[in-house]
Structures are given as structure tokens and as C-alpha cells.
């Protein structure tokens, strides 16, 4: 070892032994003028106090201002509870998305011949993932707790294709399923219904889900509960039996779990601390099931939307105007997304264009995790 390196070495030796810095450490010095500094001074001159001091932890809470930790702190007055059925709005398929084009694109994008199933497809963001899944070839099973709604809108799916492809010899079949995803035996029973009506499943996108606001304190155990049974239970229960269908098929297949940036971040102002730990749970699973399933051919991903303007975010946003301020401001794209913007997400990572992607989470999020 030469000369310099070996001094090198015994100085990072001697360094790593004193503490760089510790909170609120005495130096006796400078302890009267500043308390804290992770900085070394300099010939034992302590620098001048100023305001950016003041936003170091070397100044009290409050010292630097009310806008302390604004923008990084839940509010515990923000709270939305998951509205009852007849409160939310039906959606409706996107226009102007489908038809037949002239654009070249890549083959490999088609799901012709393919069947997906869409857990919560019945509306929202579940219905433009299953418009999409059809605008691209494939029969779609939408999956809804609320059945006379999911036959609403498969109905809705064919007319629309109807509408923007008019010479197609062929029409989609669209089949719409009760299943409150949470329960083991209503999961078996769909499945084995669309089973019977489709002859087989290719693909899943689990899009049921909720999420609620409510701090954590407050938070009733039960809606607990049930937030957990439909996000990660729910999630869990559909896969299995997808996957066991598909490796009893000795069929390849990609599964793909509708997470949330939730799962990765901690939303401010509203408080949701069930919800963002039952999202981290399905974006892991999916990393999990990805492992477990790949000597399958079976692929699991995981689509972490931000902020989408669907009927729900649209009621908590008209409740509660100051919070699209605070949300747009915390995006870097500047916007919230729509429900259109998960089309291509979904469809790439159902499809084999994605064939060598597994365990991934695709964060659709306008650039909001990044920051
Ligand atoms: N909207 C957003 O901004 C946003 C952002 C990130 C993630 N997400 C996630 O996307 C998914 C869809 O959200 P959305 O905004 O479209 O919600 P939505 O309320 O519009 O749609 C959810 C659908 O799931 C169905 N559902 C609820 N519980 C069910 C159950 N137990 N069994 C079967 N179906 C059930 C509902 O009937 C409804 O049709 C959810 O998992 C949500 O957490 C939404």
C-alpha cells in the first residue's frame, strides 16, 4: 500500500471514531451562540446567526416562520369517509380513445385473443383500465361489488366500441361479475363464472379498492378492517385463484395490482395511514408473487397511480377546495392525472410488450414521488 493511502486510511480511522455530529451536542466554545451544526468550524470562529440558521435544527419549532413542515405534515381535521354507494357517480367509457388507426405501433401491444378479468371495473379508474384492455383485443370480465352497475357499463364498453369502430366483424364480449373481493368463496364463485362464460383468464388488474382519511387515533377498527380486506385481501385472494387457474392451464399469463403512490409515500394534509400501509402491502405483494410465480411464466406488477380525478377525488376535492391547491403544488408535472392516463400503463404491462418486466411498480404519478 503506498504512502497516501495508508494516510488516507489512518485519518478516515481516527475520523470515524469521533462522532461527525450529534443532536443538539455542547460544544463549549460555541455552545451559547449555536447548539447544533453538522459543519466543523473553523479555527474556533463561530459564524454569524442568520435566518437560514433559524430553519436548521439549530432554531426553535416556529422560529423560522408558521410555514414549518406545511407542506409535510398530515392534518388531523381532514377527514373524508368512504361515501355509500348511491353518493357516487357512475362513470362513464372515455370517447375518442379506440378505433381502428393508421398509426404503426407494435404488435407485441395487442391482447387479440386474450381474456382479462377487471376487479373493481364496475367504474372509475377500473372501467378505463377494462376500455383499455378491450380497445386492444382482448373479451373483458369486469368484477364489482355492485353487479346492475358493471353490467351498466360492460354494456357501455360495447356500444362505444360499437360507436368508434364501425366496421368491425367482430365484437368484444364483455361479461360483467358480482364479488365483494374480500371473501375467499365470492372470489372462487366468479372466478369459476368467468371461467364458464370466457373459457378461460390471461390477464388481471385488481382495481377495487377504497381509501378513506381519517387519523389514525380516530380511526374506527372495523372500517380498518374492511380498508384492509378490500385493498390487500381482496388483492391477495383474486391473484391466487388467477394464478391457480393459469398454472392448472399450464398457461403463461401477467397479473398487474392497482397500488397507489400512497404505498411509497405519506400524502399530506389528509391523514390515511391504513390506507398508505394496505398500498405498500400490494405493491410488495406483487414483488413477492412475481418471484413466486415466475417459473410460470405468470408475470405480477404493480401500477402506482397519484393523484387521479375520478368521482371520488372530485367529491373529497369539492368537500375540501384548499386541498388542490396543496396536492397540484406537491406535483411536478403541476396536474392531476385522469383516469385515461392509466390506458397505456395497464395495457404495456398486460400485454408481451412487457414481457421481460415482473416485480416492477410503475409509478404513473405525474412526477410526484420523485420529489
Ligand atoms: N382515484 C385515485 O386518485 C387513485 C389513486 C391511486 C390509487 N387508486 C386506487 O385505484 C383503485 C380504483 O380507484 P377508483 O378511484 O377508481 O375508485 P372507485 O370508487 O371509482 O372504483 C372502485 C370500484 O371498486 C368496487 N369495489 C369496492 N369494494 C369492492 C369489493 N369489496 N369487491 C368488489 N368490488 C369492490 C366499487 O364498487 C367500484 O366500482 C383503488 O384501488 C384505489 O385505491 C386511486
Redesign the pocket.
Known amino acids: 500500500m503506498s504512502t497516501p493511502q495508508l494516510l488516507r486510511q489512518a485519518v478516515r480511522a481516527l475520523s470515524s471514531q469521533a462522532p461527525r455530529y450529534s443532536f443538539r451536542a455542547i460544544q463549549p466554545t460555541v455552545a451559547a451562540a449555536r447548539n447544533f451544526s453538522c459543519s466543523p468550524y473553523r479555527f474556533g470562529k463561530v459564524p454569524p446567526r442568520d435566518d437560514i440558521d433559524a430553519a436548521t435544527t439549530a432554531g426553535e419549532p416556529g422560529e423560522s416562520g408558521d410555514h414549518e413542515g406545511q407542506y409535510a405534515r398530515t392534518d388531523k381535521s381532514v377527514r373524508v369517509e368512504y361515501p355509500e354507494e348511491e353518493d357516487?357517480p357512475a362513470?362513464q367509457p372515455v370517447q375518442g380513445r379506440g378505433g381502428f388507426h393508421f398509426k404503426r405501433t407494435l404488435a407485441s401491444f395487442s391482447l387479440e385473443g386474450r381474456v382479462g378479468v377487471v376487479?373493481?371495473g364496475?367504474?372509475?379508474?377500473?372501467l378505463v383500465m377494462s376500455q383499455a384492455l378491450v380497445e386492444s383485443g382482448a373479451d373483458v370480465a369486469i368484477?364489482?361489488?355492485?353487479k346492475e352497475?358493471a353490467q351498466r357499463s360492460a354494456q357501455g364498453l360495447v356500444e362505444t366500441f360499437k360507436k368508434e369502430n364501425p366496421g368491425a366483424d367482430k365484437l368484444p364480449k364483455v361479461t360483467a361479475h358480482f364479488?365483494?373481493?374480500?371473501s375467499p368463496t365470492s372470489v372462487n364463485q366468479a372466478v369459476a363464472e368467468i371461467l364458464k362464460e370466457h373459457g378461460k383468464i390471461d390477464n388481471l388488474v385488481t382495481?377495487?379498492?377504497?381509501?378513506e382519511n381519517y387519523d389514525a387515533i380516530s380511526y374506527p377498527h372495523d372500517r380498518m378492517q374492511k380498508l384492509w380486506g378490500?385493498?390487500v385481501d381482496?388483492t391477495y385472494l383474486f391473484a391466487v385463484a388467477v394464478a391457480k387457474h393459469l398454472i392448472e392451464r399450464q398457461s403463461t399469463g401477467s397479473i398487474v395490482f392497482?397500488g397507489?403512490?400512497?404505498g411509497a409515500i405519506v400524502n399530506v394534509p389528509q391523514p390515511q395511514a391504513p390506507y398508505n400501509a394496505a398500498k405498500a402491502a400490494v405493491r410488495h405483494l406483487a414483488a413477492s408473487l412475481a418471484v413466486e410465480w415466475a417459473h410460470a411464466g405468470i408475470r405480477v406488477n404493480c401500477i402506482s397511480?397519484?393523484?387521479?380525478l375520478?368521482?371520488?377525488?372530485k367529491k373529497i376535492l369539492d368537500d375540501n377546495p384548499d386541498l388542490q391547491k396543496q396536492w397540484t403544488s406537491l406535483i411536478p408535472q403541476g396536474k392531476m392525472g385522469r383516469p385515461e392516463d392509466l390506458m397505456g400503463a395497464v395495457t404495456f404491462l398486460a400485454s408481451d410488450a412487457s414481457g421481460y418486466v415482473t416485480g416492477a411498480d410503475l409509478r404513473v404519478d405525474g412526477g410526484y414521488t420523485v420529489t
Do not use: Q, W
Open positions: 357516487l362513470s376487479t373493481g364496475a367504474r372509475g379508474l377500473g368484477v364489482d361489488l355492485n352497475e364479488a365483494d373481493v374480500s382495481s377495487a379498492g377504497f381509501t378490500v385493498n381482496g392497482i397507489s403512490m400512497s397511480p397519484g393523484y387521479m375520478t368521482a371520488l377525488t
